[in-house]
């Protein structure tokens, strides 16, 4: 088989935390582990020099001309390309131009795509993202939601889980003592509707009174999801913590009672592997690629998006049935082994290799053809 000994992987760094630039993060340091050399080019570095950032049509021309010279140097000598990739503006200034470079320089990719948008985004785009999605050796999905919007465009698409740090994200220590406390991991943006888990967590406070709510994340709505909480009377309940390390994350969890995930639009999120993996019992919306990542009544309890009453009643019954909540909590650790290294390495590596060994057949081919037209 092919080997793999340098790899580089095109995709955003923490800071900010997010889900995909956690995964490139982790992606990268367990490669390292297998012995593999990694390249990481970062898409999300600062504005050099800092006064261009304050310039937007300005800024977007300068990092793309940053970006591209970056992709043509450290992209030279490395066995394979792995493109971390998402729907929207992303994709046409960071996966296109990527998947570009590294066809000029006669790379293997694999293309890891994710978002809960691609449907949206291939139905307004798609002319222009298949003409470089034809450059791509492989497509790799986390989910089977995504694979199966690939194939509505006739795409073939290869599922290999996010990655799980299983030795940080863990049930071993967990602390919680029912008080109950509740959690929010997601980041304060519209699509993940924190305030319909402010508003279940009000109905949940109705039956516990000493009740308290943590919400993990940044972003645009605080201001909003803080004025929710004081019209609710519930602001001396609900602790906004912010942004925490990957290692504060765990710890929320692992004193958690229960987390609400309440997205309106979603993939395979890290939130609910990670929850599974510590056994916090989760409520979740039902929307994208949530119902093929956790089954209701088996490993999560699903609703509706927005539905506040069915969530509350969810909610409450895993908090009132130890029988239950137990049960799934046994379920959801079975459910992450395969989101384990070991076994997501087996399949992207066998990845790897197909992709290497299918780009240097192909360019034998085309050796062979150009020898014959001489």
């Known amino acids: 088989m092919a080997s793999v000994e340098h790899v580089a992987i095109v995709g955003p760094l923490p800071p900010p935390a997010g889900g995909m630039a956690n995964q490139t993060e982790q992606f990268a340091s367990f490669l390292e582990s297998e012995g593999v050399k990694v390249t990481v080019v970062q898409v999300n570095l600062p504005y050099e020099p800092r006064w261009v950032g304050k310039i937007p049509m300005f800024r977007a021309l300068v990092r793309l001309v940053q970006y591209q010279r970056a992709l043509k140097q450290k992209l030279a000598d490395v066995d394979l390309v792995h493109i971390m990739a998402n729907s929207g503006w992303s994709w046409h200034l960071f996966a296109a131009p990527a998947i570009k470079v590294a066809k000029q320089l006669n790379k293997p990719v694999v293309l890891n795509y994710r978002g809960g948008y691609a449907a949206d985004f291939f139905a307004k785009s798609w002319s222009q993202v298949k003409k470089t999605l034809d450059l791509v050796d492989d497509i790799v999905v986390?989910?089977?939601f995504l694979q199966g919007v690939f194939s509505d465009y006739g795409k073939t698409a290869k599922i290999i889980p996010n990655v799980l740090n299983e030795q940080r994200f863990n049930?071993?220590?967990?602390?919680?003592?029912?008080?109950?406390?509740?959690?929010?991991?997601?980041?304060?943006?519209a699509i993940y509707d924190v305030a319909t888990a402010i508003?279940?967590?009000?109905?949940i406070r109705q039956q516990f009174p000493n009740a308290e709510?943590?919400?993990a994340g940044t972003g645009p709505e605080l201001a909003n999801l803080q004025a929710l909480c004081q019209e609710l009377a519930l602001a001396p309940s609900v602790e906004f913590v912010g942004r925490l390390s990957p290692?504060?994350?765990?710890?929320?969890y692992k004193a958690a009672d229960l987390m609400l995930n309440t997205s309106v639009v979603d993939n395979s999120p890290n939130a609910l592997i990670e929850a599974l993996a510590c056994g916090t019992p989760i409520v979740s919306s039902n929307v994208g690629g949530i119902p093929q990542l956790v089954s209701d009544q088996y490993n999560a309890?699903?609703?509706a998006p927005k539905d506040i009453d069915k969530m509350t009643q969810l909610s409450l019954a895993?908090?009132?049935?130890?029988?239950?909540r137990q049960t799934l909590i046994a379920n959801g650790l079975t459910t992450i082994e395969k989101f384990y290294w070991r076994n997501v390495w087996r399949e992207l590596e066998a990845c790897y290799q197909q992709a290497i060994q299918g780009r240097s057949q192909q360019t034998e081919q085309q050796k062979k053809v150009g020898r014959a037209n001489v």
């Open 142 to 144: 986390p989910s089977s």
């Open 171 to 189: 049930c071993l220590e967990r602390q919680s003592a029912m008080k109950p406390t509740v959690i929010v991991t997601r980041n304060l943006e």
């Open 199 to 203: 508003n279940v967590f009000a109905g």
């Open 213 to 215: 709510l943590k919400v």
């Open 247 to 252: 290692d504060e994350v765990a710890n929320l």
């Open 301 to 303: 309890l699903l609703a």
């Open 318 to 324: 895993l908090l009132t049935k130890p029988e239950q």
